[in-house]
């Protein structure tokens, strides 16, 4: 809870500290006082933004102190300084924090309701979430509607990819027709190039084959070299002289040209399949010649083009098999969102039933006997829905629920936005704040001046009503009912005056019956009779906490 709150140098607070207590806290004085100030400086130490404007007319900064203590006993300190210049810091237990960080540590500390929040009931946003927290299912709302945006985005995406894949399908025909050809060809640049070199190879062996005949001839045949040098070495080795190196010379001569001899024979075998191997090669380079034309003319390009065929088509398989997964995911995602939506439809019926008996019975504490209080489940629009299974969804669920009010008998409940007068809508909105409480994990509530169009029997109900919610946790309340004042554990009275030209405000915890009486007066417009009305409001409220043993 909230132990003490302190601030300095804020608006027209120059050095004030408050001290609450458990129990139901007030907070009276004049209007214009400062009494916001108050909540503002709260909500600066909770980690709203701050507003340089704040800072007190001639001060650098403004700094706000408040101690929490914890259910575990411990201490909590949060401090904020704001300067006027624009900067702020952030401390918890003096270490310095970023805003956000300190925002989501001080997330449940209190619970704040102001005039502000009454108009918000008015839409079905709210008076949706209302119920959900009421019906302990905000967490199952979350999920459902996070499990919402993601079958959603499924859906988006499949429907994406069906109309790309239908865009595309004729251009994945031609991509497999032309990636067809090139693999059927299967080219590289060392099989263009090997084929060019051969072809003009067997053209010069073609070109020469009459002068091969004749060397083959020459050498081999029956009138050749061959046969002259073998009875030349005949000759020389019988001749009786030394004849040995020449004989080696025509020994190697004859080597080298019977080599020749069988070299040229080989050429001349190559020229008779030239003509088979060349017509092969012709069509070889034909089918090349195609495929170049239209890639570019060389076999770079085509060397590229297969490149990009073969990512183009990998691309459109992606987008097939993301597509095929999709329609495998998608069921299953349907199935678990109809589950959650239905897991919290049930939940929001019972809630709904129980936060009805809830109102009505506050709303008659309230003065309101014949008050009719109706959650209504209707329909989520067709635009924010889809249809799963035989139920409409959308991101809250199966319905938006609406709170619907009559205030008299015989009247049809309606719209409590249509229906309900300005009263009748403070009373509505501070009952279900109330109904609220036992469901609220925030161990300080805070109620600004939402008393409004309040008086008579309903502040004692309102009064009564307060004080059951401050026995379970720290009430802090601003208002300018008597009837509420008077019930107070603490009550607290905000006052302000000039000082060297400028407002201060002070603050006073009004620890003495008399003083507490004088600001009861204060409320009920002064004088005599007013004093004698707040002694009899102080006693009655002395004698109640005596019999009821509500003081803490």
Known sequence: MLVSLTLRNLATISDISIEFEHGLNILTGETGAGKSILIDGLLLALGERADTSLVRPGSVAASVEAMFFLEDGSEFLVRREVRSQGRSRFFINDELTTLEDGRDLLAGFVDLHSQGSTPALLQRRVQNAALDEFSDCSALTGKLSV?????????????????????IAEKRDIAQHELSLIEKLNPSAEDYNSLMFERRELKAVQNSAE???????????????????????????????????????????????????????????????????????????????????????????????????????????LLEKEHERLQETIPGKADSLYEAATVLSESRKRGAEKLEKSVQKELKLLGMPDAVFLVVMNDPPKNRSLVIGDVSICSDGCEIPEFFFSANPGM???????????????????????????????????????????GGETANLLADSLRRVSEKRQVIMITHLPQIASRAHRHLAVSKEIVDGLPVTSVHALSERSSRVEELARLLGG???????????????INQDEKGGEQP
Request: glycine share 8%; proline share 2%.
């Open 412 to 454: 049809k409940p309606g719209p409590l936005s249509s229906v309900a007068s300005g009263g009748e809508m403070s009373r509505v909105s501070l009952v279900l704040k109330l109904a609220l409480v036992s469901v609220t994990q925030a161990p300080t509530m805070v109620f600004d001046e939402i008393d409004s169009g309040i």
């Open 147 to 167: 499990g919402f945006g993601e079958y959603r985005s499924l859906l988006t995406r499949s429907d994406e990819l069906s109309a790309q894949l239908e865009a």
């Open 211 to 317: 002068t091969l005949g004749k060397i083959t001839e020459s050498i081999s045949g029956d009138d050749g070299i061959l046969g002259s040098l073998v009875e030349f070495r005949y000759s020389l080795a019988n001749s009786g002289i030394e004849t040995k190196d020449v004989l080696e010379l025509l020994e190697q001569a004859d080597i080298a040209l019977t080599e020749a001899s069988s070299e040229c024979s080989s050429m001349l075998s190559r020229i008779d399949s030239a003509p088979w191997r060349i017509q092969e090669i012709d069509d070889r380079l034909d089918a090349y010649a195609f495929i170049l034309a239209r890639c570019g003319g060389t076999i770079e390009n085509l060397l590229s083009r297969r490149s990009q065929l073969e990512s183009e088509l990998e691309r459109y398989d």
């Open 527 to 541: 004088g005599r009779a007013a004093m004698e009305h707040a002694e009899k409001m102080t006693k009655a409220d």
